[in-house]
């Protein structure tokens, strides 16, 4: 899971009343990932070193005069160069005290801005669409510049781009509404012009990000409806001649991010890496028409991986270089620090190994990405399924009136009246082919009651939860409200049914269920499966007998094997080992507990949550989890029915987790001490197991070997018989 | 049952010779394989693979191409002759110099008119096919260059052959050469050597397909000359290309011991545009890759690593049946071993010369399973090198032990032995009998004063030998027509009966006191691969390609009931399922019931006297029955008793002092003297 990191201030804004952008005119890493220029939109460039929080230094021009594009740090010169009053170009060192001394040359047209890449040459981008070298732009600064854009087009924006081979500039302009991009090869030099898809008539571009992998330019696009696009340039391309046709550029949609009633104004989109997005000034999916949001989504999975509300004023502007977002909001310029480790599958949601159950039970209702990814149905691939259902999701909420109705009725009605519509429309959906748009009606439940505390369907709620439809990502209030309402059997269907719930959630329901009293937790109706499965698991809990994985609850306690002989020994171990045998939870409690230990979790993430649980939930879960685990290894059957149950590794994992997040603490504490004493002497009894079958192992391959070595030679008179 | 002392023996050091060159006949279903030694050998597929025909090398002959033209084999090698083959007599019939240097290929088109032989000095020289012979007739335009492959468009209008750097395309009938499709080198530091198109295949859409040494397969366009795709299937060379009959896959072979398959496929589903799709990979042998057939349902292939590997296509053969096993052919469906059996004495034949040894000896006597101290070491008597070029093509030591012979294509040779315990003396036999000559099966009577010698037209010569001469007495003929060679001959242990069998499937049995016909054993539809005639009942056991069991009474002149019974009965499948035939049968003087038989990979002992084993009984038993009770393992025990403790088995021979004599070959010590692989990158090395 990718996760934004608290941030902090680089420097203080002038706020910008009626302006649409921020003051800041553009950020350039200086000769470190640890130090950046800030090129305000005035006068001032100035140079930070961020862990530190401090400006470094800082140049001016003088009164009157004006930058006019993002000041850049040449790596190859330790030179810094910007451009004041469109045609002067400024050069100087940071040992340069004032800036009106240093050089300076003018330039026969106007510039748009300056690039420098990664240790390559600066290069000068005209306003007409004109690239130039640095330097050979300075060997004759009064050479005449070509216009290479036609009358009316214009820059909207520009980058640079280093390949292995080549440096290229990019930019893309607008001409009456259609939207181009240039790449622009330097050495040799050559143009290459494309054409942007059209997106709905009058909209344009709000932001565009470019990166260069896998021999590709990777454009990335936002537009005010909300549709992040993709493109891929490549690098070598056609052969270039002179750019003559803009050729068409295929995108592909990565996103629909929610955008709610209105359009965006200001807003960004850059990629952090090749599955991570990070989206600014788009509203947060469960927070209401607000936009002052940073978000992380992932692309490849459709979900939002981080979030975080920024306060004040967001002018639609973001950079990042190396792990750090800067982003400019209200009056101040955040530097946010954010980690997106590789999105594998099993990251993104976690451990699931219960690949049994998972087969069995849920793929039927909710879509498992081994389904999704590997699955019969799922011939299309993952991203492109997600984004049909994004897609229709618009189309078909503007076509089914119905749903719209009742999401309008959820805003007003009284619950029965909402519990009937609910269940009325669920029953019209085809259960194959569940529309989306259902996940909006779950969404509106929720904020109704958040709104009004009196309102709270459950009905309508543990309807909506097993389809297909919802997650945790797109509803994220729901299981605390469910939480909050003492709605477990809601609770135990969204952890069934939900991928993707964060760890601090289930922290939190592992943390009410464990609490919750007994009495109480009878008193529940539950998902009848999982109680069945407890009712078994403590109905023959006394029938078991023998030896099973080489472990036997008799001899746990000492290491005497003659105990088993002796009939008398055997009965008071025997008495001595049952109190572990008994369920230490009334069942519905068990229950709802297996559907915690059932969930997705990465380990690090859960680990500080687990911290918090006090010692008396730390040792009643303990003394559960050892009774699951006594029960499972002592007879065979967590194989052998077709229950959804918690597979052995998961109750292991739980068991050492919550060793790792306490040990101390039990350590310390009378009451666990007989329980880690048991766990020891079970371990060790297991370790045992192992090791006789490891000399058992090591006497089957001696004899293999001594099969082997007859080796007869070249003659040999030998005896044989036949039967 | 029985216990045995066997003289395990592993000093057979035979080795075979590397596969050059295979064509398949399609219509009769013979596979023809030329070593490198020279030697020819024909495989009948449709009779479970058997070997049946083996015409011996020669020193300096060097067969790089063989061809089918009819029933007619030719063959063609860097002598610069182009050899006709006489399968009924198993020799050359002629060769003829074709005046261009070696010859690299020969290819006959499809109507089995005209050979074409490509050849050093860049000729393409076209041969008339004449009903006895083959004649010149005229060279296509010279090139510069060797001819490195041919292949002819199926109409015969149009010629491809491979060269270095190019392909050429030649129109059959002026002569001219139409089309030079230029091969690219390989890159780096092989830029500079000549690329070598080891192999085209012309297709009947004009498609030409073409392996080279660069490791490319390329696929071109034949009525343009252009290249159409190129195939990197190895860093080594491609050396060898088969098409199938219907041109809708194209196999290559290449230096890595691998087999590429290429299919004529749409790229997608129901779609008409078909291209050549690089689809399977075989690897089945260690070394290159020389020879490949590409029959409709399998891939068959052989190389340097000398093993003939029958590889079923499964989408087009029936999975787990007998025909989806892969078949390797590692050994000679033949005996390469005589043993004297009074004598004690073993007799290894090899392409060039003769090794004669004397077993060992162990005073001792041991159980079961264990190894007898060796008192006298097995010892090498002679080394008998043949005389001029021709290889040996059969050999025959007699029981006696001093009688020795071998023949040639060319001659017959006999010479007589006197061994004592330290005085060894060989004397050749001067004046042989005429009618000795074009033979291919050499057998000594059991009482060693007859020499029977297989000749042509299915014939077999008698010849009386004594202490001083050896004198002609009969031709033994049958009547049946067949002129097939005899490769069996069986003389009875009482010296009555020779039974001979030939590769028409028939066992004809004579009677040596009347010198004549006795009978013939009714034709069965596999041949023979083992005949014996039972030394008290009389009765003939004959074992058949396709793993058949028969016994004839030759004094009822029918089938035994015992037989009947098997027939009735049928066979064990797992019998049924070996692939290697049996190559010898023989008796237990002490248990007349009792028949031995071995094939590669065990060796059997049927005891008639046993009920045979049910389908479903477990057929190899030996383990369990070795685990019950004496009284219980009589009730459990069937008439098969197969051992298996000894593999790779070229003989199986029981000596007069009832102990046995198995002559392994293991494989691996085949392998141990194969030269070294291309090296290839093995991952983490």
């Known amino acids: ?723 | 049952m029985g216990e045995f002392k066997v003289h395990r023996v592993r000093f057979f050091d035979y080795m075979p010779s590397a596969i050059r060159s295979m064509a398949f006949n399609s219509h009769t279903e013979r596979l023809a394989v030329a070593r490198a030694d020279g030697a020819v050998e024909i495989f009948n597929f449709a009779d479970n693979y058997f070997q049946e025909k083996v015409i011996a090398g020669r020193d300096g002959r060097s067969i790089e191409a063989l061809c089918w033209v009819g029933c007619r084999l030719f063959s063609a090698g860097l002598d610069g002759e182009i050899t006709e083959y006489d399968l009924e007599n198993l020799r050359p019939r002629y060769s003829i110099e074709a005046y261009g240097g070696p010859i690299w290929t020969i290819s006959g088109n499809s109507e089995g008119t005209l050979l074409a032989a490509g050849c050093e000095d860049g000729t393409v020289k076209m041969f008339e096919v004449l009903e006895d012979r083959i004649q010149f007739q005229r060279n296509l335009s010279r090139q510069k260059g060797r001819i490195i492959s041919l292949s002819w468009h199926p109409s015969g209008a149009q010629i491809a052959a491979g060269m270095m750097d190019m392909i050429r395309i030649f129109d059959s009938e002026t002569g001219h050469a139409t089309h030079r499709l230029l091969v690219d080198r390989g890159v780096g530091a092989s830029k500079s050597r000549e690329v070598v198109v080891w192999s085209v295949a012309f297709l009947n859409d004009h498609t030409i397909i073409s392996g080279d040494s660069a490791g490319k397969v390329q696929i071109w366009d034949g009525l343009t000359g252009t290249l159409i795709r190129t195939h990197l299937v190895t860093k080594w060379d491609v050396l060898v290309l088969a098409v199938s009959q219907d041109e809708s896959s194209v196999i290559a072979g290449t230096s890595e011991g691998t087999i590429v398959q290429f299919q004529f496929i749409s790229s997608t589903v129901g779609q008409q545009d078909k291209l050549w799709v690089r689809t399977r990979t075989f690897k089945n042998h260690s070394h290159d890759v020389r020879a490949l057939v590409h029959t409709d349902s399998a891939v068959i292939s052989g190389g340097m690593d000398t093993q003939l590997v029958v590889r079923p296509l499964l989408d087009k053969v029936e999975k787990n049946t007998q025909e989806s096993a892969l078949r390797k052919i590692a050994f000679p469906h033949r005996n390469l071993v005589s043993c004297a059996k009074k004598a004690g004495l073993l007799l290894f034949q090899f392409p060039d010369h003769l090794e004669l040894w004397r077993l060992g000896e162990s005073d001792r006597n041991g159980t079961p399973g264990e190894s007898l101290p060796v008192n006298r070491k097995p010892e090498k008597l002679i080394q008998l090198k043949t005389k001029g070029e021709d290889h040996i093509c059969c050999s025959a030591l007699s029981p006696c032990g001093s009688w020795l012979s071998y023949a040639t294509v060319a001659a017959v040779r006999l010479y007589r032995l006197q061994i004592s315990s330290n005085n060894i003396s060989i004397q050749k036999v001067s004046k042989l009998p005429r009618e000795l000559k074009s033979v291919h099966q050499l057998c000594f009577s059991s009482d060693s004063c007859r020499l029977f010698a297989s000749s042509s037209f299915s014939s077999v010569v008698v010849v009386a030998l004594n202490q001083t001469d050896c004198k002609y007495l009969h031709t033994l003929k049958h009547k049946s027509g067949s002129r097939q060679p005899i490769h069996i001959l069986s003389p009875s242990e009482d010296g009555q009966w020779l039974a001979t069998a030939n590769t028409d499937c028939e066992i004809h049995v004579f009677n040596l006191r009347k010198m004549k016909l006795h009978c013939s054993v009714p034709a069965y539809s596999s041949c023979p691969t083992a005949v014996s005639i039972h030394p008290t009942t009389g009765n003939l056991v004959s074992v058949h390609a396709d793993q058949q069991i028969f016994e004839f009474s030759l004094k009822q002149k029918e089938y035994s009931e015992w037989s009947r019974q098997l027939q009735r009965q049928g066979l064990h499948p797992l019998w049924l399922q070996r692939d290697t035939p049996v190559t010898s049968i023989s008796f237990n003087p002490n248990n007349p019931a009792h028949i031995m038989l071995h094939d590669v990979f065990m060796f059997c002992i049927i005891d008639q006297s046993l009920p045979l084993p049910e389908a479903k009984t477990k057929f190899y038993n030996q383990m369990i029955l070795r685990s019950l009770p004496q009284p219980q393992r009589l009730r459990e025990s069937h008439a098969f008793k197969t051992c298996k403790n000894f593999q790779h088995l070229l003989s199986v021979n029981l000596l007069e002092d009832l102990s046995l004599v198995v002559v392994e070959r293991p494989l691996v010590d085949i392998v141990a003297q194969l030269p070294a692989p291309v090296r290839q990158k093995k991952f983490a090395t």
């Open chain 1, 1 to 723: 899971m990718a996760a934004l990191c608290e941030g902090y201030t680089l420097c203080g804004l002038v706020p910008a009343v009626n302006r649409r952008s921020s003051e800041i005119k553009g950020i350039e890493e200086e000769r470190d990932s640890d130090h950046v220029i800030v090129t305000d939109s005035s006068r001032s460039v100035t140079l930070y070193k961020v862990s530190d929080q401090k400006p470094l230094g800082s140049w001016t021009v003088k009164q009157g005069q004006v930058l006019t594009c993002a000041a850049v740090f040449n790596r190859l010169t330790n030179e810094y160069v910007a451009v004041s009053d469109n045609k002067v170009i400024r050069i100087w060192k940071e040992d340069d005290i004032i800036l009106d001394k240093a050089f300076k040359a003018t330039v026969s047209a106007d510039v748009r801005s300056v690039h420098c890449a990664h240790g390559a040459e600066p290069a000068v981008l005209f306003q007409r669409g004109a690239v130039r070298l640095l330097d050979s732009l300075l060997s004759a600064p009064q050479q005449p510049v070509e216009e290479v854009l036609v009358q009316d087009e214009a820059i909207r924006w520009s980058t640079n781009i280093v390949t292995e081979t080549q440096q290229m500039v990019i930019f893309t302009t607008e001409l009456k509404g259609d939207h181009f991009l240039y790449l622009q090869r330097l050495k040799p030099n050559s143009v290459q012009k494309y054409r942007l898809e059209p997106e709905e008539p009058g909209l344009s571009p709000l932001s565009f990000w470019a990166s260069y992998r896998d021999k590709n330019i990777c454009l990335l696009y936002l537009y005010p409806n909300g549709r992040v696009y993709q493109s891929l340039v490549s690098v070598r391309g056609p052969a270039p001649d002179d750019g003559a046709q803009a050729v068409p550029l295929p995108r592909d949609q990565l996103l629909s991010l929610p955008v709610g009633e209105e359009l965006l104004e200001a807003a960004s989109a850059i990629f952090l890496d090749d599955a991570h997005v990070a989206v600014v000034g788009v509203p947060h999916p469960s927070a209401g028409p607000g936009k002052d949001f940073l978000c992380i989504w992932n692309t490849n999975f459709q979900t939002l991986q981080a979030a975080k509300e920024m306060a004040g004023k967001l002018y639609g502007q973001l950079w990042s270089f190396s792990s750090k977002l800067f982003i400019p909001h209200g009056k101040a310029l955040s530097v946010i620090p954010f980690a997106c480790p590789r999105s594998s599958l099993a990251l993104a949601l976690g451990k699931l190994k219960q690949v049994k159950t998972e087969e069995s039970k849920t793929s039927t209702v909710v879509p498992s990405w081994n389904t999704i990814l590997h699955g019969e149905e799922a011939a299309p691939p993952k991203t492109a399924e997600a984004r049909k259902t994004r897609t229709t999701r618009k189309m078909q909420s503007s076509l089914s009136l119905t749903i719209d109705q009742v999401q309008d009725l959820i805003k007003t009605a009284p619950v029965e009246e909402v519990e009937k519509e609910v269940q009325e429309l669920l029953s019209r959906q085809d259960p194959k082919d569940p529309q989306p748009s259902l996940g909006q009606l779950a969404l509106a439940l929720v904020s109704r009651s958040l709104a009004d505390p009196k309102f709270y369907s459950s009905r309508a709620l543990t309807q909506l939860v097993p389809i297909r439809c919802l997650s945790h990502s797109v509803c994220p209030d729901l299981l605390p409200l469910a939480l909050e309402k003492r709605d477990y059997f809601l609770c135990q269907l969204c952890l069934l049914f939900f991928h993707d719930i964060p760890e601090a959630v289930t922290c939190a329901c592992l943390k009410t269920f464990i609490s919750l009293s007994d009495a109480d937790a009878e008193r529940l109706s539950l998902e009848p499966d999982s109680v069945s499965f407890v009712e078994m698991l403590i109905s023959n809990e006394r029938a078991q007998t023998g030896l099973q994985n080489g472990f036997s609850p008799a001899l746990c306690e000492e290491d005497r094997t003659d105990a088993v002989d002796d009939p008398k020994a055997k009965a008071k171990e025997k008495q001595k080992a049952s109190p572990q045998q008994t369920c230490p939870v009334g069942k519905h409690k068990a229950a709802l507990i297996n559907e915690v230990l059932q969930t997705a979790y990465s380990e690090a993430l859960l680990l500080p949550h687990l911290k918090d649980f006090s010692s008396d939930q730390v040792v009643l879960f303990l003394r559960y989890l050892e009774f699951l685990y006594l029960r499972y290894s002592t007879d065979g059957f967590s194989q052998m029915h077709g229950y959804r149950s918690p597979s052995l590794n998961q109750v292991m994992d739980w068991v050492c987790m919550l060793l790792d997040a306490h040990f101390t603490v039990l350590v310390m504490s009378p009451v666990a001490k007989g329980l880690l004493l048991n766990l020891q002497s079970f371990v060790r009894s297991q370790v045992r197991l192992f090791s006789e079958l490891g000399k058992i192992e090591g006497s089957l391959q001696e004899l293999t070997k001594m099969k082997m070595k007859k080796d007869v030679g070249q003659y040999s008179i030998e005896v044989i018989e036949l039967y």
